[in-house]
């Protein structure tokens, strides 16, 4: 028979997979509360319209990559493909658009149906840094401030480059996408198919195209900076003079535009060449218009997204959490004695473990094949609250009242 595999594109996260990704996220917590952040936890599925109203109807997700359901009541849902629609969704629904700015935090899985390969699943996991309500440049320097040092606190800023962009304001975007407009028609027939339909969309999401051919062409398309209005070059000014005072290197890429359309001013992704083509790790930029298109007010944003499983792939291996001490019986009669004293430790904050059967030899044998440094042995000296602390390192043992055992095991702080 041919063992069960899981759905294409998604997997397991067993032992230091799984250990990996609960070091990421609780790294990105700790620094993403540093900066003010709250932990927000939205559905993983949400009405079709919060997605495919809102991410653009050119962008890659919403054209092929939803994955979207009729429940059984006939609603049509879709499982998120990214977090900040729902984020936005939920400050609408909470109320919560008299009280700004929100700074939040979120970690969970996404899903899109993609050619899975490395570093593309179809569930992959994202953490994501929002802040909804400021307007000022200052916001999204802090935002990418907070991605660096959470970068830098997984030990893999070291060939990771930031990449900075603007789209400018609606202004200059429109000014801009004529430009592009004129440049692409001239050289329509060399565009792929994707890129002919965008040029009458979203020219904007030409520059974003993966097809060779397209980003031949991109190489030598117009930039925005001749298009920005004095307030959008301004913006992008202040967002690099805030960015150098908090010490976070970036280069500037005019080539950064971001698949959805919701994009305004601020775009920004942090690259690494160690992946291969899957070589963004965390990305994001400025969406004014987002809250508002939702059936919310007209509150502005700026926020990223990360891959966990592209960091996962960057990071060393989380340290393994420490060996439990193993407690075993001498014979039968002792097992209630050591039962009770595993309980005591593990009250205590000491890892623990018993194995479920075994006699003295096969359970010392267990133990010492497990890793574990400490055993204790627990026998007759139990009836006077004492019990044989054994090192499995170097085999010897001695015989130690249990109060006295468990304040040299307590894990220091
Ligand atoms: P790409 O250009 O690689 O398709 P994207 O623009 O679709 O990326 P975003 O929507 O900005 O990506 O998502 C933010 C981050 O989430 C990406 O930088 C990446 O780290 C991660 N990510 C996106 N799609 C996937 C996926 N299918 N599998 C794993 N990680 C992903
Ligand atoms: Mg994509």
Same mark, same amino acid.
């Given at each position: 028979?041919?063992?069960?595999?899981?759905?294409?594109?998604?997997?397991?996260? !067993? #032992?230091?997979?799984?250990?990996?990704?609960?070091?990421?996220?609780?790294?990105?917590?700790?620094?993403?509360?540093?900066?003010?952040?709250?932990?927000?936890?939205?559905?993983?599925?949400?009405?079709?319209?919060?997605?495919?109203?809102?991410?653009?109807?050119? =962008?890659?997700?919403?054209?092929?990559?939803?994955?979207?359901?009729?429940?059984?009541? #006939?609603? =049509?849902?879709?499982?998120?493909?990214?977090?900040?629609?729902?984020?936005?969704?939920?400050?609408?629904?909470?109320?919560?658009?008299?009280?700004? +700015?929100?700074?939040?935090?979120?970690?969970? /899985?996404?899903?899109?149906?993609?050619?899975?390969?490395?570093?593309?699943?179809?569930?992959?996991?994202?953490?994501?840094?929002?802040?909804?309500?400021?307007?000022?440049?200052?916001?999204?320097?802090?935002?990418?401030?907070?991605?660096?040092?959470?970068?830098?606190?997984?030990? !893999? $800023?070291?060939?990771?480059?930031?990449?900075?962009?603007?789209?400018?304001? +609606?202004?200059?975007? $429109?000014?801009?996408?004529?430009?592009?407009?004129?440049?692409?028609?001239?050289?329509?027939?060399?565009?792929?198919?994707?890129?002919?339909?965008?040029?009458?969309?979203?020219?904007?999401?030409?520059?974003? =195209?993966?097809?060779?051919?397209?980003?031949?062409?991109? &190489?030598?398309? /117009?930039?925005?900076?001749?298009?920005?209005?004095?307030?959008?070059?301004?913006?992008?000014?202040?967002?690099?003079?805030?960015?150098?005072?908090?010490?976070?290197?970036?280069?500037?890429?005019?080539?950064?535009?971001?698949?959805?359309?919701?994009?305004?001013?601020? @775009?920004?992704?942090?690259?690494?060449?160690?992946?291969?083509?899957?070589?963004?790790?965390?990305?994001?930029?400025?969406?004014?218009?987002?809250?508002?298109?939702?059936?919310?007010?007209?509150?502005?944003?700026?926020?990223?997204?990360?891959?966990?499983?592209?960091?996962?792939?960057?990071? @060393?291996?989380?340290?393994? /959490?420490? @060996?439990?001490?193993?407690?075993?019986?001498?014979?039968?009669?002792?097992?209630? &004695? &050591?039962?009770?004293?595993?309980?005591?430790?593990?009250?205590?904050?000491? @890892?623990?473990?018993?194995?479920?059967?075994?006699?003295?030899?096969?359970?010392?044998?267990?133990?010492?094949?497990?890793?574990?440094?400490?055993?204790?042995?627990?026998?007759?000296?139990?009836?006077?609250?004492?019990?044989?602390?054994?090192?499995?390192?170097?085999?010897?043992?001695?015989?130690?009242?249990?109060?006295?055992?468990?304040?040299?095991? &307590?894990?220091?702080?």
């Amino acid at each position: 028979m041919t063992k069960p595999q899981p759905p294409r594109g998604t997997q397991d996260l !067993i #032992g230091t997979e799984a250990r990996r990704h609960a070091h990421i996220i609780s790294t990105a917590q700790r620094i993403a509360a540093l900066y003010g952040a709250a932990e927000w936890s939205t559905p993983i599925f949400e009405a079709t319209s919060v997605f495919s109203r809102n991410l653009g109807e050119t =962008s890659d997700i919403v054209t092929k990559e939803m994955y979207s359901f009729a429940d059984r009541g #006939g609603d =049509s849902l879709t499982l998120r493909p990214e977090g900040t629609a729902g984020i936005c969704r939920a400050l609408v629904t909470n109320g919560l658009t008299q009280s700004l +700015p929100q700074k939040i935090f979120y970690a969970g /899985p996404m899903f899109r149906y993609e050619r899975p390969q490395k570093g593309r699943y179809r569930q992959f996991h994202q953490i994501g840094f929002e802040i909804l309500g400021a307007e000022t440049a200052l916001a999204d320097a802090e935002a990418i401030a907070c991605a660096a040092a959470i970068l830098r606190a997984l030990g !893999i $800023d070291d060939g990771v480059t930031l990449n900075i962009n603007t789209l400018g304001d +609606p202004q200059s975007r $429109d000014a801009y996408r004529d430009a592009l407009i004129a440049y692409f028609t001239t050289h329509e027939q060399k565009l792929s198919a994707d890129s002919k339909l965008r040029l009458e969309k979203n020219p904007l999401r030409i520059l974003d =195209s993966k097809d060779p051919g397209d980003i031949a062409l991109v &190489a030598n398309a /117009p930039t925005i900076a001749p298009y920005l209005t004095d307030d959008a070059a301004a913006f992008y000014a202040a967002l690099k003079s805030h960015l150098t005072a908090m010490g976070v290197a970036f280069v500037e890429n005019p080539g950064i535009v971001r698949g959805l359309d919701y994009y305004n001013h601020t @775009a920004f992704e942090f690259v690494t060449n160690r992946l291969g083509a899957q070589g963004t790790v965390l990305a994001g930029g400025r969406y004014d218009g987002l809250v508002e298109q939702m059936g919310g007010p007209a509150i502005s944003g700026i926020g990223w997204g990360a891959g966990i499983e592209r960091l996962a792939m960057l990071i @060393a291996e989380p340290p393994a /959490p420490p @060996a439990p001490i193993i407690v075993i019986p001498i014979d039968a009669t002792y097992e209630p &004695a &050591a039962i009770s004293l595993l309980t005591q430790l593990r009250r205590q904050g000491i @890892a623990a473990e018993m194995n479920y059967r075994g006699n003295l030899k096969r359970r010392l044998e267990r133990a010492n094949k497990t890793g574990a440094n400490w055993a204790i042995l627990v026998g007759p000296e139990s009836s006077t609250d004492q019990a044989a602390l054994k090192n499995l390192t170097d085999g010897t043992q001695q015989t130690l009242p249990i109060a006295t055992l468990l304040q040299q095991l &307590a894990p220091r702080p």
